[in-house]
């Protein structure tokens, strides 16, 4: 039996940047990404594209941005550097991770804007790559085809890495509390499983006139993973 697509507000999005409650659930999502082997995933998908080294990354709803050093302090890629666009409605990059991409040869842009005002509005050009971790889930059907073909419109290739909407990843929703996260970080797991995704549902909202060749496929125990590769 199949589980329905149910998207709620999630309290970190609401709540000031610097209520304690709110730093405490930043910290918990890394470790939440790292439990769900989210920088595994990415590393994997981008691995697999096999594109030339990007020289211009946006990530969508990227939140501390520790998620992607993560995946390019990993070896395996090998890219060269360039310019990396952070967009999120909360600008909370920190100094020593501007520093950390520094050292790997990045320069680090904030957007502090809504996703689907900023890829309506920023300037027109292609983006090697755009990037999504845990945010799709947010928005509903009629937004997310909207954010998928500014997307589609703009970058060679988009990867996102998703919660799998499965009742395998709402029983691991319910144990982030042993591993001690907080309230919200409970609340927020909670609804992110319902409103996360499965089967081909990423792919059905892309737009079907686009260049890209689509994958999306269950990765690891709790995601689920979509990737559309301009041909
Ligand atoms: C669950 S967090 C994930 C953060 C990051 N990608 C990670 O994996 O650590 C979702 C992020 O989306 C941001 N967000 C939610 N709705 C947004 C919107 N409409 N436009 C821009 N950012 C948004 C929140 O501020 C938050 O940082």
């Known amino acids: 039996m199949s589980l329905a697509r149910c998207v709620q507000p999630e309290w970190l999005d609401v709540l000031d940047p610097d209520d304690p409650r709110a730093s405490r659930s930043r910290r918990d999502l890394q470790r939440v990404n790292k439990v769900m082997g989210n920088d595994a995933i990415l590393t994997h998908a981008l691995r697999k594209a096999r594109s030339p080294g990007p020289r ?8 501390d941005g520790t998620l ?28 020593s991770t501007r520093e ?13 804007a809504d996703v ?9 050009g292609s983006i090697d790559l755009m990037l ?16 998928l073909a500014s997307a589609a419109a ?14 395998g990843a709402i029983a691991g929703s319910f144990l982030l509390g042993a591993i001690g996260c907080n309230d919200v970080s409970r609340h927020d797991a ?5 409103a996360g995704f499965a089967d081909r ?22 995601s689920h993973c979509f990737v559309a590769h301009r041909t």
């Open 100 to 112: 950390a991409f520094s050292a790997l040869g990045w320069a680090v842009d904030t957007a502090e």
């Open 154 to 167: 703009r970058a060679d290739l988009f990867v996102a890495c998703e919660p799998r909407r499965s009742y």
């Open 190 to 194: 909670a609804i992110s499983v319902r």
């Open 56 to 63: 211009l990354i946006v990530e969508l709803g990227a939140g």
């Open 68 to 95: 992607l050093l993560r995946v390019m302090q990993r070896p395996t890629l090998r890219w060269q550097g360039g310019t990396i666009i952070f967009v999120d409605r909360q600008s909370i990059v920190s100094k």
């Open 201 to 222: 549902e990423l792919s059905a909202l892309w737009p079907a006139s686009s260049r890209h060749r689509l994958e999306e496929y269950a990765a690891g125990l709790f």
């Open 132 to 147: 999504a971790n845990l945010f799709l889930h947010h928005f509903h059907a009629p937004q997310l085809t909207a954010l």
């Open 116 to 124: 689907l005002t900023w890829l309506q509005h920023a300037a027109s």
